[in-house]
C-alpha cells in the first residue's frame, strides 16, 4: 500500500500529455516585462533608469525587505522603460520593460555544463547565496526560499522534503527537471541538507511518473540519508502540509508552518535553482514551464527566460488552437486564467494550459443539497458549504472559528460539488476579508 | 375535606408569599428607561437601515436622547420632517442636514468600455474583486455583477440590463449608504440631492493617467484638468489623475461640463442649455431615473 495523506482528496485525470517532451531552450524575445512583484512579500525595489545597458544575471532590483527576494535581468540590452503593466489579474503592476540586445551574460556565473558536486560553502554562506540569488518557491507559491532556510529561534529541522509531486493535472515540468536535470537535483538536495544541518532528505514522488522515481533511485542508490519515497496519486498531495503528512506522517497544526513539526519542504525547481545559484552563481533567470491542453498541437515543456510573454511561448507551441476558450497560467485545478496573453512568464509560472470551449466554462448553479461530498474531500478538513455560506452572508467571527485561513485553496470542493457551487470563490473572498480583520487586530 | 383546605390554603400562602417577593425584587432592582426613547423610537421610520451610523432605530432613538447636541446626528430616510419631530420631543436643536443621494461614478457601459474577456465566476462583485481587475481594461469601474442592488433595502436601484451599469430610482433613494459599502470599488458616493435635484458630479473613478484611461472606456476622465481651470468656484481638484467636484463648493454653474473632453462630467437634472443643442445632454438625463 503506497502512503499517501491521511484527509480528503480527489482524483482528476492527470493528462499529463507533456511528460515525453524534452526540455526545450526557448529562443530569446525581442523584448522582456519583468514584473517587480514575483514573489510573496514585499515588492523589490529599482535604481535603474530607461536607457541603462544591463548583463544577463545582473541584479535589476533589490529584495525590499526579509521576506522579498532580488530579480536580476533575464536578458541582457537596454531598459526600454519602468512602467506599469496590467498583469495577469487585471490589475496595473510595476515593471521593468527591457529590449534584448544579444545574450551577453555577466562574467560571475559560471555557464559550463559539468556537474560540480562538491559543496563549498558554509550553511550561513548557502542562505545567503540563495537570497542573493533571488530564488523564490518555483511550485507555484513563491515564497522566498531563504526565509524557509532559516527556521525561527527556537525551532529544529530535522528532515527535508522535495516535492516532485506535480499533482496538478496537465503540469509536467518537474517532471521533466526530475529526468533530464537528476544529477545536479540530487546536488542540489544536499546543498539544502547541508544549509538545513539536517542528515534526512526524502524526495516525495507520485507513482505516475514510475521513470522519474526509477531514475532517482538509480541515482541516489549511493548516497547517505537521500530516500525516494513513491507517492499514491491524489490530488492535492503537492500542498505542503498534505505531502508531509504523506511522506512523514506529521500532521502539521492548524495557522502553524511546517518547521512546526521539524520539516521542510522545497519545490524539485527550486531544488535545481538553488543547485545552479550555489554551485554555479546562477541568478533565478528561467525556468522550465509546461505549454500544453487538449488542443494544442505541440505540447512542449520550454526553458524560457523570466518576462518572456506567454504568447511567444503559445506561438513555439503550435499557436493558439481555433477553439480556444480559455488559457490559464498554472494547472486546471489551482491556475488563474489569464485575462490578456501578453502578461509575461514570472518566477512561479509552471506552465500555461489552453483549454477548448467545451471545457473551458462554468455548469450553471444549482442550490446546495447537503450531501457533504466537499467535507469529505476538503484536504485541511473544513467545511466548504458552510464556509461559503458565513463568507456570503459577511458571518466573519464564524468562518474564522471553522478555521477558514486555513483553507489552501486547492479548490477539490469546488471540483467535487455536484450542485456547480462556487465554494472557492465565496471561501477566498471570506479569507481575504477574515485576513484584514486579524492583521488589524495586530 | 380538610386536605383540600390545607392544599388550598397552602398554595394561596405560597402564592402571597412570592408576590412579596417579586414586588420587593422589581423595587430593588428597577432599571430606570428613559420613556423619551420608546416615544423618539416611534416617531423614527422603523427602517433599520443603518443610514444614521447605528445598528438599527432603537440604537439611534438612544443616541439620541443620551445626546446633549443632536445637531450632528440625521436619519436620512425620515429627512428633515421626522428630525424635526424627534427635535420637538426632545426639545434639542435639530441639525442642519442636506439631504443626499446615491451617485453611480462610473458611465463604462458596454458601448463606452469593451469587455475583453468574459467572467463566470460567482455573480458578486466582491468575489470577482478579489479575484481580479474586470472584463474590461478599466481595473477601476463597475464590474455590473449588481453588489449595490442586492443591498439597497428600498428598492431604489436596478442593473440596466443594456448598459450593464446599476442605476439609481431617485425618488426612492434614502441615502442610507448601503450600496456605498457594498460597492467593492468604492464607486457610488452620497452627494447632496441638490436645488430641484439638480446636481454636477465627474461620472469616472479611473485613476490610471490619461492616455491608459481612455484607451479602456471612452468616457473617463483623463485628468487633464479643463474643468478645474474653468470653475471660478475652486470646487474641483484633480488627484490621481481624476477629477473631484466639492458638492459644498459646487453652485451648478455648469462651466466644467462642455468643456470635458470625454464627457465624463454629468449634469443631473437640469433644463437643456439654451445656448447648446440638446445633443450635449447625457442620455441618462430623465427625471425619474438618474444615475
Redesign the interface.
Known amino acids: 500500500m503506497l502512503k499517501t495523506f491521511s484527509l480528503g482528496g480527489i482524483h482528476p485525470a492527470d493528462r499529463k500529455i507533456s511528460a515525453g517532451k524534452s526540455i526545450e531552450v526557448l529562443p530569446l524575445p525581442k523584448r522582456v516585462v519583468v514584473p517587480l512583484a514575483q514573489h510573496i512579500g514585499a515588492p523589490a525595489k529599482t535604481e535603474l533608469k530607461k536607457g541603462d545597458q544591463i548583463k544577463t544575471g545582473q541584479v535589476i532590483a533589490k529584495s525590499g525587505g526579509f521576506v522579498s527576494a532580488n530579480i536580476h535581468s533575464p536578458v541582457s540590452g537596454k531598459v526600454f522603460k519602468l512602467d506599469e503593466v496590467?498583469d495577469a489579474?487585471?490589475?496595473?503592476k510595476p515593471v521593468i520593460i527591457i529590449d534584448v540586445e544579444g545574450d551577453e551574460w555577466d562574467e560571475s556565473i559560471d555557464r559550463s555544463e559539468t556537474l560540480k558536486t562538491e559543496i563549498s560553502l558554509s550553511s550561513e554562506e548557502i542562505i545567503k547565496k540563495v537570497g542573493e540569488m533571488g530564488i523564490v518557491g518555483m511550485g507555484g507559491a513563491t515564497f522566498p526560499a531563504h526565509v524557509k532556510l532559516s527556521p525561527p529561534p527556537g525551532k529544529k529541522c530535522d528532515v527535508l522534503i522535495i516535492n516532485g509531486v506535480e499533482c496538478e493535472p496537465f503540469l509536467t515540468s518537474d517532471h521533466r527537471v526530475m529526468l533530464e536535470k537528476g544529477d545536479e537535483l540530487i546536488v542540489g538536495v544536499k546543498i539544502l541538507m547541508k544549509a538545513l544541518k539536517v542528515d534526512r532528505a526524502v524526495i516525495g514522488i507520485e507513482n505516475n511518473k514510475p521513470d522519474a522515481i526509477q531514475h532517482l533511485t538509480t541515482l541516489t542508490e549511493n548516497e547517505q540519508g537521500i530516500e525516494i519515497q513513491p507517492l499514491k496519486v491524489q490530488y492535492p498531495q503537492g500542498g505542503e502540509k498534505q505531502l508531509i503528512d504523506a511522506v512523514i506522517g506529521r500532521q502539521v497544526p492548524s495557522g502553524k508552518l511546517p518547521i512546526e513539526v521539524g520539516a521542510v519542504v522545497h519545490n524539485v525547481g527550486t531544488t535545481l535553482a538553488v543547485y545552479e545559484a550555489v554551485q554555479k552563481n546562477k541568478p533565478l533567470i528561467e525556468r522550465v514551464v509546461t505549454v500544453t491542453g487538449p488542443g494544442v498541437s505541440k505540447p512542449s515543456n520550454f526553458l524560457a527566460r523570466i518576462g518572456t510573454p506567454v504568447s511567444q511561448l503559445i506561438e513555439a507551441a503550435g499557436g493558439l488552437p481555433d477553439n480556444t476558450g480559455k488559457v490559464i497560467g498554472g494547472g486546471p485545478m489551482m491556475g488563474?486564467?489569464l485575462?490578456?496573453l501578453e502578461v509575461p512568464i514570472t518566477k512561479g509560472s509552471s506552465g500555461i494550459l489552453v483549454l477548448p470551449h467545451e471545457e473551458a466554462?462554468?455548469k450553471p448553479?444549482e442550490n446546495c443539497i447537503r450531501c457533504g461530498k466537499c467535507v469529505s474531500v476538503c484536504p485541511m478538513g473544513l467545511e466548504p458549504y458552510l464556509l461559503m455560506i458565513e463568507a456570503?452572508k459577511e458571518l466573519l467571527d464564524r468562518a474564522e472559528s471553522d478555521n477558514i485561513m486555513d483553507c489552501i485553496e486547492c479548490g477539490s470542493c469546488s471540483f467535487t460539488c455536484p450542485a456547480n457551487r462556487?465554494l472557492l470563490?465565496?471561501i477566498?473572498?471570506g479569507k481575504?476579508n477574515v485576513g484584514k480583520i486579524i492583521r488589524n487586530r495586530n | 375535606m380538610s386536605i383540600v383546605l390545607i392544599t388550598i390554603l397552602t398554595l394561596a400562602g405560597l402564592g402571597a408569599l412570592a408576590a412579596v417577593i417579586l414586588y420587593l425584587a422589581s423595587q430593588k432592582f428597577k432599571v430606570f428607561e428613559d420613556p423619551r426613547i420608546n416615544q423618539v423610537e416611534e416617531a423614527l421610520p422603523a427602517a433599520n437601515c443603518g443610514g444614521c451610523g447605528f445598528p438599527g432605530c432603537r440604537a439611534f432613538a438612544e443616541a439620541l436622547v443620551k445626546a446633549d447636541d443632536i445637531s450632528d446626528l440625521n436619519c436620512p430616510v425620515g429627512g428633515a420632517d421626522v428630525m424635526a419631530t424627534v427635535a420637538n420631543i426632545l426639545g434639542k436643536e435639530m441639525g442642519k442636514s442636506d439631504p443626499l443621494v446615491a451617485v453611480v461614478r462610473c458611465n463604462g457601459t458596454c458601448e463606452h468600455r469593451p469587455r475583453l474577456n468574459e467572467y463566470e465566476g460567482a455573480t458578486s462583485c466582491a468575489v470577482a474583486a478579489a479575484l481580479y481587475g474586470g472584463e474590461t481594461g478599466c481595473s477601476y469601474g463597475c464590474y455590473g455583477l449588481g453588489d449595490c442592488v442586492e443591498a439597497c433595502d428600498f428598492n431604489a436601484m436596478y442593473m440596466d440590463e443594456k448598459t450593464g451599469l446599476p442605476v439609481i430610482i431617485e425618488d426612492n433613494c434614502v441615502a442610507c449608504g448601503a450600496c456605498v459599502d457594498a460597492c467593492p470599488k468604492e464607486i457610488i458616493e452620497l452627494r447632496k440631492k441638490g436645488p430641484k435635484s439638480r446636481r454636477i458630479f465627474v461620472s469616472c473613478v479611473n485613476q490610471d493617467k490619461g492616455a491608459v484611461a481612455k484607451k479602456a472606456c471612452d468616457v473617463a476622465c483623463i485628468g487633464c484638468g479643463k474643468c478645474a481651470k474653468v470653475c471660478p468656484f475652486d470646487a474641483i481638484t484633480i488627484e490621481n489623475n481624476l477629477a473631484y467636484i466639492d458638492y459644498d463648493k459646487c453652485r451648478l454653474c455648469r462651466k466644467c461640463v462642455p468643456v470635458c473632453p470625454t464627457n465624463a462630467i454629468h449634469e443631473i437634472n437640469f433644463p437643456p442649455p439654451k445656448p447648446k443643442p440638446a445633443k450635449e445632454q447625457e442620455p441618462a438625463n430623465t427625471p425619474e431615473s438618474s444615475n
Not at chain 1, 489579474?89 to 496595473?92: A, I, K, V
Open positions: 496590467v489579474s487585471g490589475y496595473r488563474k486564467a485575462s490578456n466554462h462554468r448553479v456570503e462556487p470563490d465565496y477566498r473572498l481575504g
